[in-house]
């Protein structure tokens, strides 16, 4: 850049301008080249979870143009679909693994689609859920949801479309805009050992959230915990293992959706067999009459 700069200086002024502003197009582009291979390269996935679940015979693992989707029976109007926006610079299919652990803990036949977003990065695809929606016009009940940065953009999507969904699901994730008022059920699932979220911003913007919003916090599962990409900087350290701190987001994702968000109008503690417990807790401001549950590792 300086060189070119050096020539440009003893150039005859249209032609040093025109070198500089050259050089400027090209630093530019260097940069935002260099920006996007670094977020088109992802964290993740991790192949033997990913394998895992495309050898497992009660689910099935379809990609397509619009993301990946997994399910574990043929799709009707009985199905309960979730469109899925994964987190900043992640690569969609790490949240294959977590996808097949929602599909399983549901008691209904599920649909997960995980959306494919461009660089690893849902802000670049707001409305992809457009496409998987219209993709599959059979499913009769449809929730958004997403982790991390991917969360809040489902969030936004269902604050624009809140007539298009039944449920909003956020992982690890918090919103900033208002769906109070929405009349979607909402889930919001937190990891103990978060070290990536902002906690005191997830808390306030517990305001935004409707006042029987479900928030679950899972002991031992960290940021990462809720993908298949490795470990992520910043990060807290957790307690339990990637495959069992997925298993745990699964459940509380699964049995959610399968009982149609019912469940996010009542505080009683409920068991699920062989799974753990959830019990109420209370976690500090939250909106009014939401529940706040605290499930062991």
């Known amino acids: 850049m300086r060189e070119a700069e050096g020539i440009a200086h003893r150039l005859p002024g249209p032609r040093r301008l025109a070198v500089a502003g050259g050089a400027i197009v090209l630093f530019v582009a260097i940069v935002g080249g260099g920006a996007a291979a670094y977020f088109a390269a992802g964290m993740g996935p991790d192949a033997d979870a990913v394998a895992a679940v495309e050898a497992d015979p009660d689910i099935t693992v379809d990609r397509t143009a619009v993301g990946t989707a997994v399910r574990d029976g043929p799709v009707t109007a009985s199905t309960v679909g979730l469109v899925y926006y994964p987190g900043a610079r992640v690569a969609h299919e790490s949240y294959v693994p977590t996808a097949a652990e929602i599909v399983a803990a549901s008691d209904r036949v599920a649909l997960v689609v995980v959306v494919d977003a461009p660089l690893n990065l849902a802000v670049l ?3 992809r859920a457009d496409r998987v929606r219209e993709r599959h016009p059979e499913v009769g009940v449809w929730a958004v949801g997403g982790h991390s940065l991917g969360g ?3 969030c936004r999507h269902a604050a ?15 919103c900033d805009r208002d769906v109070s008022d929405s009349g979607l059920d909402v889930l919001s ?8 979220i902002d906690a005191e911003r997830e808390r306030a913007s517990r305001a935004n959230l409707p006042a029987d919003a479900r928030i679950v916090k899972l002991d031992g599962v960290n940021h990462a915990g809720f993908g298949a ?5 910043g990060d807290g350290p957790a307690s339990l293992s990637p495959d069992a701190s997925r298993e745990a987001v699964g459940n509380a994702t699964g049995t959610w ?3 149609g968000g019912a469940a996010t109008r009542s505080v009683e503690p409920r068991l699920v067999p ?7 807790a209370d976690r500090g401001p939250r909106s009014p009459g939401s529940a706040v549950l605290v499930v062991a590792g």
Do not use: F, I, T
Request: charged share 20%; proline share 5%.
């Open 229 to 233: 990409y490795g470990p992520q900087r």
């Open 160 to 174: 624009e479309n809140a007539a298009a969904y039944e449920a909003l699901v956020l992982h690890a994730a918090y």
């Open 274 to 280: 062989d799974r753990g417990a959830w019990s109420v």
């Open 189 to 196: 699932v937190l990891g103990g050992a978060d070290g990536v």
């Open 125 to 127: 695809a707001p409305d």
């Open 257 to 259: 959706l399968s009982e």
């Open 152 to 154: 809040a953009m489902a």
